[in-house]
Nanobody, 115 residues
Framework: QVQLVESGGGLVQPGGSLRLSCAAS????????MGWYRQAPGKQREMVVI???????NYADSVKGRFTMFRDNAKNTVTLEMNSLKPEDTAVYYC?????????WGQGTQVTVSS
């Protein structure tokens, strides 16, 4: 069982930056794929970035070059650095953990990009 607690988010102007953090409880953190998803009003939840337990980080095309995800297996945390934010990045962002077909989600944190 994994519990995910997000922090960060808020209101930022276009072109600004935000950082999201996610702290995970439970054991074997390093064996989980970790990532971030987002869901905008009226839209389906979509993958933003995934870091597998082994392998390359996978970013959605819409955020490549602007978002960077970091993973710290010693602290059981992941962070998402978001730069050059656009109004279309506005969404609820969810921390994700997955292993052996079982998925876990954080409670979500709102990111609003608006002038």
């Amino acid at each position: 069982q994994v519990q995910l607690v997000e922090s960060g988010g808020g209101l930022v102007q276009p072109g600004g930056s935000l950082r999201l953090s996610c702290a995970a409880s439970g054991s074997r953190f390093s064996s989980y794929a970790m990532g971030w998803y987002r869901q905008a009003p009226g839209k389906q939840r979509e993958m933003v970035v995934i870091i597998p337990s082994i392998g390359r980080t996978n970013y959605a095309d819409s955020v490549k070059g602007r978002f960077t995800m970091f993973r710290d297996n010693a602290k059981n945390t992941v962070t998402l650095e978001m730069n050059s934010l656009k109004p279309e990045d506005t969404a609820v962002y969810y921390c994700y953990a997955g292993r052996l077909g079982v998925n876990y989600w954080g409670q979500g944190t709102q990111v609003t990009v608006s002038s």
